[in-house]
């Protein structure tokens, strides 16, 4: 009989079973010569061995055809997926025992996107969230579509993995996972919330991690557990405050300071670090406004502060004070600010928002929202506080509508990195003997960005800042700072990105 006759038979018989020489849906390359019957969905045919018969295929070769075609649906032929890699059976008769599906049952594309098709981790968020997510692990059932990627906002979903056995041939089509769900949004930048710096140095800086947490809530019981001798992780819950006086919290060595959520609020209420170290302070509003300053029966001040300046009845008038001999502090994602400048014009009615003096060092301040203050933060209350150790890193803040000291600098090395200052006056004053690397800031619409002052003169390491309608000065001399820890890891590299990638990440609720 014609070959062309056969093929037709056995078709109707075994419903879109494959024929030698024909290309179906497994892809096998089968024997040419071959007519046994192929198994039913795929399985290879087990009876083949007897086809010893005429080259021409027409011997008894068994009920299974060479061709081993995929099975009825999208061809992962054979139980296991794994038969048919030679396919030659029909040239000797051999009928396809093992000669199902094709190469390793791919199945006409079926198996794309593995049975886990995971579809990604995170998708890698990004400043907008448009980072693709990633592509999922190869499965090993094949088939089943790859579930959605946990992508950024914008994000896709990853493909999925291909199918090791092609088993899914009922499903076939495989493919790509889902469009990835939101992600959190995204901020552009990793590590926000990883200690870097000089407060890891010098034996590092864990405030109360070895300690009992409890939470406060009253003046009262933050005051009790802040200015204890025992390591505290202390919650600070809701907002706390001392009436129209203020007061002051004078926190002792190995404590945990830590808002919860993004409501914790110091109204009126100042942070003293006076000789006493290791301290985390985090997740916190802090701010002195409404509190009553010191003031004679004229309505003036009757005494003074830090540099002259009028001192107020709570903390000196600084948010956030260190001095003394206090050693490893590190100050994080925090919003500390007072009224705005633009309004309340009287520069001394409050002091720095961040002020460190005395034989202090190995500090961090980093991705704060310090907003709405004539001052923001000096290092040494005079020309001669003077201090070999009193190293600071400054990186990831966001200045808005600081007018001065972003910082002011004296004493010791520093490294000012990544920070986006906006609405100053004049920023970053070095002074006093320094060497301060400032490194990768963006400074916009101010009046002198990094200065130094003829009768008090430090020196500055520049690297790649941008600085957007700056008043021309002459920047401080050049030196080499000596930063001994690595940052590259939390290094926003692109300056130009700082801009749009600090402010979300900064301040409360952001850890």
């Known amino acids: 009989m014609p070959m062309r006759s056969v093929c037709l038979r056995v078709a109707f018989v075994l419903s879109f079973s494959a024929c030698a020489g024909q290309e179906m849906p497994g892809d096998g390359t089968g024997g040419t010569t071959g007519p046994g019957t192929a198994g039913t969905n795929g399985t290879a045919g087990t009876s083949g061995s007897a086809g010893n018969g005429a080259a021409a295929g027409n011997g008894a070769a068994g009920s299974s055809a060479g061709?081993?075609?995929?099975?009825?649906?999208?061809?992962?032929?054979?139980?296991?997926?794994?038969?048919?890699?030679?396919g030659n059976a029909g040239n000797t008769g051999a009928s396809g025992s093992t000669g199902?599906?094709?190469?390793?049952?791919?199945?006409?594309?079926?198996?794309?996107?593995?049975?886990?098709?995971?579809?990604?981790?995170?998708?890698?968020?990004?400043?907008?969230?448009?980072?693709?997510?990633?592509?999922?692990?190869?499965?090993?059932?094949?088939?089943?579509?790859?579930?959605?990627?946990?992508a950024g906002a914008i994000g896709t979903g990853g493909r999925g993995g291909t199918?090791?056995?092609?088993?899914?041939?009922?499903?076939?089509?495989?493919?790509?996972?889902?469009?990835?769900?939101?992600?959190?949004?995204?901020?552009?930048?990793?590590?926000?919330?990883?200690?870097?710096g000089f407060a890891t140095l010098n034996g590092g800086t864990t405030g109360g991690g070895a300690g009992q947490t409890v939470t406060a809530s009253t003046y009262a019981d933050l005051k009790s557990y802040a200015e204890s001798s025992t390591a505290y992780v202390i919650m600070v819950s809701g907002t706390i405050s001392n009436g129209a006086?203020?007061?002051?919290?004078?926190?002792?060595?190995?404590?945990?300071?830590?808002?919860?959520?993004?409501?914790?609020?110091?109204?009126?209420?100042?942070?003293?670090i006076n000789n006493a170290n290791n301290i985390i302070i985090q997740n916190l509003r802090i701010s002195l406004i409404g509190v009553t300053t010191r003031t004679d029966t004229a309505g003036v001040y009757s005494s003074t502060g830090d540099e002259g300046m009028p001192q107020i009845l709570v903390n000196d008038g600084d948010a956030i004070g260190i001095q003394g001999t206090s050693k490893n502090i590190w100050i994080d994602h925090c919003e500390l600010f007072a009224e705005n400048p633009d309004t309340q014009t009287n520069k001394d009615?409050?002091?720095?928002?961040?002020?460190?003096?005395?034989?202090?060092?190995?500090?961090?301040?980093?991705?704060?929202?310090?907003h709405d203050q004539h001052k923001g933060g000096l290092v040494g209350s005079s020309d001669t506080d003077l201090f070999a150790d009193r190293?600071?890193?400054?990186?990831?803040?966001?200045?808005?509508?600081?007018?001065?000291?972003?910082?002011?600098?004296?004493?010791a090395v520093g490294h000012f990195f990544n920070n986006y200052v906006v609405g100053a006056t004049d920023a970053s004053e070095i002074r006093a003997g320094t060497c301060v690397r400032v490194e990768k800031n963006y400074y916009e619409?101010?009046?002198?960005?990094?200065?130094?002052?003829?009768?008090?003169?430090?020196?500055?390491?520049?690297?790649?800042?941008v600085?957007?309608?700056?008043?021309?000065?002459?920047?401080?001399?050049?030196?080499?700072?000596?930063?001994?820890?690595v940052y590259s890891d939390v290094l926003t590299a692109n300056t130009n990105e700082v801009k749009t990638a600090v402010p979300p990440a900064a301040g409360v609720g952001k850890i």
């Not at 980072?131 to 999922?136: E, F, I, L, Q, T």
């Not at 002792?252 to 300071?257: G, V």
Request: glycine content about 26%; hydrophobic content about 30%.
């Open 445 to 465: 619409a101010l009046h002198f960005s990094i200065y130094t002052t003829s009768d008090s003169e430090g020196s500055t390491e520049r690297i790649d800042n």
């Open 67 to 86: 061709s081993g075609a995929g099975g009825t649906s999208a061809g992962a032929a054979g139980s296991t997926g794994t038969a048919g890699s030679t």
């Open 391 to 411: 190293k600071i890193t400054y990186h990831h803040n966001y200045y808005n509508k600081v007018k001065l000291r972003v910082p002011m600098y004296r004493g």
């Open 467 to 485: 600085e957007v309608s700056r008043t021309t000065r002459a920047y401080p001399p050049n030196c080499t700072a000596a930063i001994p820890y």
């Open 349 to 370: 009615l409050y002091d720095g928002l961040i002020d460190v003096k005395g034989q202090t060092g190995f500090i961090t301040i980093s991705w704060n929202y310090l």
């Open 163 to 196: 199918g090791a056995a092609g088993a899914a041939g009922a499903i076939g089509t495989g493919g790509r996972g889902g469009t990835g769900g939101s992600g959190a949004g995204g901020t552009g930048v990793s590590n926000v919330s990883k200690l870097i």
């Open 100 to 150: 199902a599906g094709g190469n390793a049952g791919t199945g006409a594309g079926a198996g794309r996107g593995g049975s886990t098709g995971t579809g990604g981790s995170t998708g890698g968020g990004g400043s907008t969230g448009g980072s693709a997510a990633g592509r999922g692990g190869s499965g090993t059932g094949g088939g089943a579509a790859g579930a959605a990627g946990a």
């Open 245 to 272: 006086n203020g007061g002051k919290i004078s926190v002792k060595s190995n404590k945990s300071i830590i808002g919860v959520g993004s409501t914790a609020f110091l109204n009126g209420v100042g942070i003293d």
